[in-house]
């Protein structure tokens, strides 16, 4: 099975940046399609971000769009989230999320990192 960890997360002030990183362990992210939810306390699970490994094919929910940028690095069998212009409402814990084969880029796939925390304050 796909083993996910992620790295990056933090407590930032408003309007300040985050780099997310997620990687696997002991495989690649080949046909893969991977990507980024969040959740606040108390709040649904929400998608951020997600890509196509193969065809390095961005997608993004409503709350990404014009801040964040999704990314991934081969070398490195990387997928990088940049996080701008942060608010509060950006707060929550951050889960990489990965699913082989077909699937749409908001549905999430069958493997789940165990999250990092963001926390942005004003």
């Known amino acids: 099975q796909m083993e996910l960890l992620e790295s990056g997360g933090g407590s930032v002030q408003a309007g300040g940046s985050l780099r997310l990183s997620c990687t696997t362990s002991?495989?690649?992210?080949?046909?893969?399609?991977v990507g980024w939810f969040r959740q606040a306390p108390g709040k649904e699970r929400e998608f951020v971000a997600a890509i196509r490994w193969d065809y390095d094919s961005p997608w993004y929910g409503d709350p990404a769009k014009g801040r964040f940028t999704i990314s991934r690095d081969i070398a490195k069998n990387t997928v990088y989230l940049q996080m701008n212009r942060l608010s509060p409402e950006d707060t929550g814990v951050y889960y990489c999320?990965?699913?082989?084969?077909?699937?749409?880029?908001?549905?999430?796939?069958?493997?789940w990192g165990r999250g990092t925390q963001v926390t942005v304050f004003s």
């Open positions: 002991g495989s690649t992210f080949t046909n893969y399609k």
């Open positions: 999320n990965a699913a082989l084969g077909e699937n749409l880029m908001a549905t999430p796939g069958r493997y």
